[in-house]
């Protein structure tokens, strides 16, 4: 037997796939958004967009900005 990948993609098949009409890159607005300190946001996984995603195990979870970089 193989043995199973464990990379940081590895079982996200349904978390990372977007329906027939979200296909594609998200509208500009949608990374030029500004939180404020305090702010409540939740976490969402941009499937077509990998570079600097949090893990998937972070995917719809609710968390507080304590800080933002520029």
């Known amino acids: 037997m193989?043995?199973?990948s464990k990379g940081s993609r590895s079982r996200t098949?349904?978390?990372l796939t977007k329906e027939v009409r979200e296909r594609g890159m998200p509208p500009v607005t949608?990374?030029?958004q500004t939180f404020e300190v305090g702010d409540r946001v939740i976490v969402r996984l941009e499937a077509s967009d990998?570079?600097?995603q949090p893990h998937p195990r972070y995917q719809g979870r609710v968390v507080t900005v304590?800080?933002?970089t520029i």
Do not use: N, Q
Request: proline share 7%; net charge positive.
């Open 2 to 4: 193989v043995k199973s």
């Open 13 to 15: 098949r349904g978390t």
């Open 30 to 32: 949608r990374y030029l």
């Open 50 to 52: 990998p570079h600097g």
């Open 66 to 68: 304590l800080g933002t």
